[in-house]
Each structure stands twice: as C-alpha cells, then as structure tokens.
C-alpha cells in the first residue's frame, strides 16, 4: 500500500465556527510506520474522511489545527511488515459499524464519506471521541502489540470568569477519560 510521506491539508476552514473546539493528536507506540486517516461530521449534515497522516514509533502528531469536530472517528493502517515467523503483514487499527471511505493508493479528503466516493474504498473506522467541548482534546496511542489502542479525552476547564454550576465542594478530578480497546 503506498501512502505519500506528507500529509497534505486540504484547504482550511473545514469547520464549522459553532462546533466544539478540541485538539485530535495521534502517538504510535507501534514499532513501526502507522498511517492514520479520520472522518468526522460537518455540521452534522454530511461525513468528511481525511488521510493519511503519518507516524514512525514514537512519534505524536496533531492531525489537523484547523478542525474542531465534536465526533472523531480514525483508523490505523501500518505498513507492510515481516512477522516473527517472516510473513509479510500489515496491522490494521479500526472498530466495526462505521464505514467510511478511504484511497489506499494517495491522500485523499472525502466529502459525503459515510458513502463509496470515485475510487475510494468504505472501510471501518474506530470512534475516538463522541460530544467533545469546546477546549477539549482526544490522543490516541496505538500501543506496541499491534492491537490495542489507548484514548484519552481531556475535557477543558472551567471558565474561571464563569460561576461555578454547583457550590458543593469538588469531588475527585474527572477531567481525564482513558479508555483501551482491542
């Protein structure tokens, strides 16, 4: 599968102004090279699929500064590998039931990508985060095994200028969400 080294953005402006602003970083744990793509909805009319953006191990990335989705969906294609036993294979990262659509050959940016679009592929996707606030951010870390994945929402802070919505005294932190998946 050949994938371009850079990732190139489309043209800016892809969200809209009313949606939740959140960071959408991805880390690779994975000891070798990751492509990730993602879709995410516009204005909750239409679905918008992006890719590829690339990682070696270690690396972390912000997908794209630009976007402020509330509801991000990605998926994780490594390159071909030799196995242990000197197989030739690729690890794929993706959840079931959502399908969105990808070209495997280039980068690509796909408008109505809930849908086949020209030469692509509807291929499933995982959801990396669902509701997000304005100021919040997902990471997403594919791990070394090869099948988990790690999510962590950061919700954002209080406005400190705002009055707190309840007066009782805080419980324990509940800014940080992680999650692992297979």
């Keep these: 599968m050949r994938k371009l080294a ?9 969200a809209a102004a009313g949606e939740a602003q959140a960071g959408i970083e991805f880390c690779s744990s994975f000891p070798h090279k990751i492509f990730v793509a993602i879709a995410y909805s516009q204005d909750g009319q239409f679905w918008i699929s992006r890719g590829w953006l690339e990682l070696d191990n270690g690396d972390c990335s912000e997908f794209d500064a630009s976007l402020h989705p509330a509801t991000i969906y990605y998926r994780g294609e490594s390159e071909t590998y030799r196995n242990a036993k000197g197989v030739s294979v ?13 070209w495997e050959n280039d980068n690509f940016n796909y408008w109505s990508a809930n849908q ?14 669902d509701g997000l606030e304005p100021g919040g951010s997902v990471r997403v870390t594919f ?10 929402v950061t919700h954002p802070k209080p406005d400190a200028a705002s009055p707190p919505a309840n007066l009782n005294p805080p419980g324990p932190p509940a800014n940080l969400n992680s999650r692992s998946q297979p």
């Design 90 to 102: 690729s690890t794929v990262w993706s959840g079931t039931g959502h399908k969105f659509a990808i």
């Design 143 to 152: 791990e070394a095994d090869g099948v988990h994945t790690t999510t962590t």
């Design 116 to 129: 086949k679009v020209l030469n692509s592929t509807l291929v499933d996707f995982s959801l990396a985060a």
């Design 6 to 14: 850079a990732f190139v953005l489309a043209a800016a402006g892809f």
